[in-house]
């Protein structure tokens, strides 16, 4: 089993939830119903803002370098993602996120392992690219192609952040226990991001289910 078998086995074992959070419904879901535009960017950036503010908590206080420089790395990346997405904002004189923590950073600041955070932080990254891609969608279809633009950007973004989650995996882990352990770090990522969705869509009355 090798880091690769982790990101595969999560993708296969969680296609259904994967699928769904990249799903139109997801956006509607992360905006509580509000499709409005600037609360679309407020989500997004709500989530770059908690992520930065998360891997640099987990670099902080990481014992491993490897580990440590990749979640340093990742944060500051995270922050410039933010700073990306506010300029979108209309208001000038707002910090573009809310006070809330969603489910993701929340559960993650719960980590303490290094090779927990480090599945973690892959699951965290393929729930990324499910959501990126309905902002994405979502600036195409309101004929805004300037701000489809930097999600596509912020996205493509999110390959390098992958391979180096892959990396930390393989520093990390020492043999085919903690190789699994990873891996269900990873799934319980995506766990809780789809059972926030599935929460949010039946608050709204939203059935979370694809129509067939």
């Avoid at 690769?4 to 139109?24: F, H, P, Y």
């Avoid at 992520?51 to 420089?69: I, V």
């Avoid at 929340?106 to 965290?124: F, K, M, V």
């Avoid at 319980?188 to 949010?200: C, G, K, W």
Wanted: one cysteine or more; hydrophobic letters at 40%; a negative charge.
């Amino acid at each position: 089993m090798s880091a690769d078998d982790v990101l595969e086995s999560v993708r296969s074992n969680l296609a259904t939830e994967l699928s769904r959070l990249g799903s139109s419904k997801a956006l509607y879901a992360a905006t509580e119903g509000d499709l409005d535009a600037d609360r679309v960017l407020r989500a997004a950036a709500n989530a770059e803002h908690a992520a930065a503010e998360t891997f640099d908590s987990w670099a902080e206080d990481e014992p491993n370098e490897t580990a440590r420089e990749i979640f340093t790395a990742i944060a500051e990346e995270e922050r410039a993602h933010f700073d990306r997405v506010r300029e979108e904002i209309d208001e000038a004189d707002s910090d573009g996120y809310d006070d809330e923590l969603p489910a993701i950073p929340a559960h993650l600041r719960s980590i303490d392992g290094t090779i927990e955070r480090a599945g973690a932080l892959l699951g965290r990254i393929m729930v990324a690219d499910e959501s990126k891609s309905q902002y994405v969608g979502y600036f195409v279809g309101d004929a805004d192609p300037q701000t489809a633009a930097v999600f596509r950007e912020l996205r493509e973004d999110l390959e390098g952040q992958r391979e180096r989650a892959l990396d930390v995996i393989e520093a990390v882990c020492t043999d085919e226990a903690d190789l699994e352990a990873a891996t269900e770090a990873a799934a319980t990522v995506v766990q809780v991001a789809y059972d926030e969705h599935v929460e949010t869509l039946e608050s709204l009355g939203v059935d979370p289910k694809p129509v067939c």
